[in-house]
C-alpha cells in the first residue's frame, strides 16, 4: 500500500508530516518558526485542506509556526495530548507521580489553544494516539496501522543514524540532550519498537523504511550493550 504520508523538511533538519484522510490532511508538527509557507505549498500540491494540526509534544521546533498556521487555516484543530498542553501555556510543572528530572529544550509557549487534548489510546483521523514520553513528560507518537507508519515524533532520530533520545547520538546530539527523563525514554522506545512499524517518520532525519533492525541497534545502544 502506498504510505500515506508526506514528508516536509526545513533544511533537512526538522520535519513535518502531511497524512491523507477521507476529508482532507492532518499535519503533525509545525516545524520552526517561519514554516507556514513551504507547509502550506505542500498542502496545495497534495490538492486537499488541512483539516487538524496534531502535535507530538510542545518543543520549538515542533509548535514553532503553530501560531502562524492557526491564523491561516480559520477552523482548524489543533490537538495535543493532555499533559503537553500545559507547555503551551507555559506552565513548567512537574506532577507528583512523575520523574523529577529537569525539563530540557526550549518551551516557547504558544497564542494558540488547543480545540481537543488527547490521551493515548484515542484516535486523530486515522492515527493512534501512542504514548512515547520521556524526551517531554506528554511526548506521544501517531501509529497509523492503515500502512504501519510509526509518526515517533523525537522519540527516535534518523539525522546521524538510528538513534533513540535515550542516549546522546554524537552524530546529532540535539534530540537527547533536549530530553527530560532518558530511563522514561528508553521505555518508550522499546513500546514503540513493540509496534513493529513497517516504516519510521521522525522529527529529525529521513523516513526509514523497514527500521525494526536499526531501531533494535539503537535501542541496544541506549542500554549499554
Ligand atoms: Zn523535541
Do not use: C
Amino acid at each position: 500500500m502506498e504510505p500515506s504520508i508526506t514528508r516536509i523538511s526545513r533544511f533537512g533538519f526538522v520535519n513535518a508530516y502531511l497524512i491523507r484522510e477521507d476529508d482532507g490532511l492532518t499535519l503533525v508538527d509545525t516545524m520552526i518558526p517561519g514554516s507556514t509557507k513551504p507547509i502550506l505549498a505542500a498542502a496545495q500540491r497534495l490538492g486537499a485542506p488541512i483539516k487538524r494540526i496534531a502535535l507530538t509534544h510542545a518543543h520549538g521546533d515542533h509548535i514553532g509556526s503553530l501560531d502562524a498556521l492557526a491564523a491561516a487555516l480559520p477552523g482548524v484543530e489543533v490537538l495535543i495530548s493532555t499533559r503537553d498542553a500545559r507547555f503551551l501555556t507555559k506552565d513548567m510543572s512537574l506532577d507528583p507521580g512523575e520523574p523529577q528530572s529537569k525539563l530540557r529544550g526550549s518551551y516557547p509557549g504558544a497564542k494558540t489553544r488547543p480545540t481537543r487534548t488527547f490521551e493515548p489510546g484515542e484516535m486523530v483521523g486515522s492515527l493512534e494516539v501512542i504514548a512515547a514520553p520521556g524526551h517531554t513528560p506528554g511526548h506521544v507518537a501517531f501509529f497509523d496501522r492503515r500502512d504501519g507508519t510509526l509518526l515517533s515524533g523525537d522519540a527516535y532520530s534518523t539525522l546521524g543514524g538510528v538513534a533513540t533520545t535515550a542516549k546522546v547520538n554524537p552524530r546529532f546530539p540535539l534530540p537527547a540532550l533536549a530530553t527530560w527523563d532518558k530511563p522514561t525514554a528508553l521505555r518508550t522506545a522499546k513500546a514503540l519498537r513493540a509496534l513493529d512499524p513497517a516504516r519510521l517518520a521522525v522529527g529529525h532525519g529521513n523516513v526509514a523504511e523497514a527500521p525494526a533492525a536499526a531501531m533494535d541497534a539503537a535501542i541496544a545502544r541506549a542500554e549499554g550493550r
